[in-house]
């Protein structure tokens, strides 16, 4: 296939380098990774098996390649491309491109084991910093805003700086967590708070995504003392989350594994309170393939990995999310 990237990831699934401003070409065995002057150094250094060529019109130097080869079918995703930059690349010449929505991320579907070690030791240092920030709270939390915890959990999951975030982090309390994604207030933390924390970490660039919901209890965070109410909803979608994880296999669709999930909220009586998909990919982008919704006719394979995250969100009143990345290994999910 030869086809041209844009985004940044994509780039570096590729050539296992990327910037902010580049663009990469595959022309048969071909290579080519188009960046400006203050990249090309690094590029060339860190890039693998392609031609870097430094260019101050990224566009035009594209053009000029791509004249050579104008009867080549070339596949592009339209979603990587402003408008104004779609009319340049075509103005004045004749190419053969062909769109092909989110080709790079199919192409990423099924991880390496390389790739999987990465994502589990994100995980892992993602669930350590769960568990540091929630010592934090049981001894200084109380009182907190939403936005202090928000921006604590953030210096703890980066570890001094060594890791970066996956994106930035949901910490909600009470009614807040009806809010799949929640921004940070100022209400502060009291004791008997319901919380849900939602956030993740990378390593070597690959993506962790984690959802942990809790009652704070000063030096105890579980299930066991919330009001009876709260407790039926929690025990939902605890049920929801574990029994999809048992019963995914590899060869079922990926609507079949959402409607694991759904059928039990659903089936106790909160259906219409579980407003998003039961997962999605992870790797290098915190959202890939597969998708797992309703919609999706993805057949899971073993070396997927996704999320189970089923939750359950009542407006004014409370949100319960459950979230855990699997791999796909031996036709069952391991959670990483």
Known sequence: MNFILKD?????????????????????????????????????????EC???????LIATLKDILAKHSKLEIVFDPYEWKVAEFEALNKGIELNLKAKKHFSQKRRIIKSDEEIEYLSTASKYAKAGFER??????????????????????????????????????????????????LPTDRRLSNGDLVLVDAGVKYHRYCSDRTETFMFQKTKFSSVKMSAKVKKIYDIVEKAHSETIEKVRTGMKASEVD????????????????????????????????????????VIEDNMVFTIEPAIYIPDFLGVRIEEMVVMKNGKAKVL
């Open 8 to 48: 940044e990831n994509s780039i570096y699934y590729e050539a296992k380098y990327s910037c902010d401003n580049a663009i990469y070409l595959k022309l048969g065995s071909e290579k080519f990774f188009i960046t400006d002057s203050r990249y090309t150094e690094e590029a060339k250094s860190e890039s693998r």
């Open 51 to 57: 031609e870097v060529i430094e260019s101050r019109d």
């Open 133 to 182: 920030f929630k010592e934090y709270l049981s001894i200084k939390g109380v009182g907190k805003k939403e936005s202090e915890l928000n921006f604590k959990m953030q210096t703890l999951l980066r570890q001094k700086g060594s890791l970066e975030l996956s994106f930035d982090p949901i910490v909600a309390f009470n009614e807040n967590t009806s809010k799949p994604h929640a």
């Open 259 to 298: 409607k694991i999930a759904r059928d039990i909220i659903t089936n106790a009586g909160y259906g219409d309170r579980f407003i998003h998909s039961t997962g999605h990919g992870v790797g290098l982008d915190i959202h890939e393939y597969p998708t797992i919704s309703a919609k999706s006719d993805v």
